[in-house]
């Protein structure tokens, strides 16, 4: 063979090398089911011609694509898996990086927080992000940011703010606010911020983070902005978005938002006493999560079906539905998730014990024991997170409790943190069975 025919297939190859990366990125931009199939192809014709990297970039699209399209978990992790091997096999340390952030992003998704922070870790402990080149950071890459604002989040979810705050501070020196992905821990930082407050009952607070959320995600500034209406008794405005943001996500095919807007809904039915006009809402929303195997949003939407069956007086279907609702929200929760878990089992504890307006007859002691057991853990957590509206409404129902069960102490004890707390909040208390 001439020495110019070499040049011209190693020219052809670089020439189709420039394609495929360009149509893989096209692909990635592209909405509806040709997508997978062309980039399925691509992969095939990657593969085909020996190139590990964009047969990887290749199989990596199709696992994102697969985990929007409800595909389960592990189907995904077995493709990553022979990806992982291709990129040890060829030294491919960037596409290493990506697959672990990937893999982070996934777990998450699916509701398995410890294996999201095991994933992301493995990533920030690489021998790759060591020092090189004279004190060069490898560590400025969109995984590890990726990675980072996914520690950030897991650690705040469990109230560990001052972890948070280093993360963040690193995330700062590491990509200034006008570089390529300053956006990512910009966002992480805002949800963060804006979820204390509102778990604090700091709305004021909570409220001028919207705009700024906005500006960086519309999708997400729209849905914080009708958490804050909602949380303001400004419940018509909020119904309006949660409208609008419905009918953009289903276009867009975003179904974790579309999950959140529902349940944001059923509770603005809960306001005006329609608890029954809430429960298709709940199902049609429990079945789009189990579809797409969204663990988290499942239990979730169970913690308000089981409080829906409360409102409509049948506690023991609300406690019976609890109990699958409550280990994987235990294990893999928020700790405002499992405070509020915990609140409302003691809550239809107690109903099913016989206390409360509804009850009749002599009052199940075993019942109400157990119910003075989970308040006292609900509290544990919302005290983690300084939730001093919950606490109230766990001290209300710990004095109702004692002072049922004769316990005068401890129903003094519990009124006085109540009266404490009223004081302090000084805003009247909504009603305790109105809210999850």
Request: hydrophobic share 45%.
């Amino acid at each position: 063979m001439r020495v110019q025919d070499i040049f011209l297939s190693a020219h052809s190859l670089l020439h189709y090398f420039d394609r495929l990366i360009f149509w893989l990125y096209t692909l990635e931009q592209m909405k509806g089911s040709d997508s997978t199939v062309l980039t399925e192809d691509s992969v095939k014709m990657a593969a085909h011609f020996c190139l590990p990297y964009l047969a990887s970039l290749g199989i990596q699209s199709l696992v994102q694509q697969g985990a929007t399209q409800g595909k389960t978990a592990h189907k995904l992790m077995d493709a990553l898996k022979d990806t992982d091997i291709l990129h040890w096999k060829h030294s491919l340390s960037e596409l290493i990086e990506i697959s672990l952030a990937q893999t982070t992003s996934i777990w998450r998704m699916y509701g398995k927080s410890t294996m999201a922070l095991q994933q992301a870790q493995l990533l920030l402990n690489m021998s790759s992000l060591e020092p090189v080149n004279f004190g060069v950071q490898q560590n400025n890459t969109e995984a590890f940011a990726v990675a980072l604002c996914h520690l950030a989040e897991l650690h705040a979810e469990q109230g560990l703010y001052s972890a948070v705050s280093e993360i963040l501070q690193h995330l700062k020196e590491q990509f200034p606010p006008h570089s390529q992905h300053a956006k990512l821990w910009m966002l992480c930082n805002l949800k963060i911020q804006f979820e204390r407050h509102m778990n604090e009952g700091k709305y004021h607070l909570a409220e001028p983070l919207v705009t700024a959320m906005s500006a960086l995600n519309k999708t997400e500034g729209l849905y914080r902005k009708a958490q804050v209406l909602k949380a303001l008794n400004r419940s018509t405005e909020a119904y309006k978005i949660l409208q609008r943001l419905q009918v953009h996500c289903e276009k867009s095919k975003c179904t974790e938002v579309v999950i959140r807007v529902m349940l944001s809904t059923a509770e603005l039915h809960w306001e005006s006493s329609g608890f029954s006009t809430a429960l298709p809402l709940l199902l049609q929303a429990l079945a789009l999560a189990r579809q797409h195997h969204l663990q988290s949003l499942a239990s979730e939407t169970i913690l308000h079906l089981a409080f829906t069956q409360l409102m409509l007086g049948v506690p023991e279907h609300a406690l019976s539905v609890l109990h699958e609702a409550i280990e994987p929200v235990l294990a893999h929760g928020s700790v405002i998730d499992k405070g509020r878990a915990l609140l409302l089992t003691a809550r239809c504890q107690m109903a099913v014990a016989g206390f409360g307006p509804n009850g009749h007859g002599q009052a199940d002691l075993h019942l109400a024991a157990l119910a003075v057991d989970t308040l006292n853990e609900s509290a544990a957590y919302f005290s983690k997170l300084s939730c001093k509206e919950r606490l109230r409404d766990v001290h209300y129902l710990q004095a109702l409790l004692h002072r049922s069960l004769g316990q005068t102490s401890q129903c003094n004890k519990s009124a006085m943190l109540f009266r404490l707390l009223d004081q302090e909040l000084q805003s009247p208390a909504p009603p305790v069975s109105m809210r999850l």
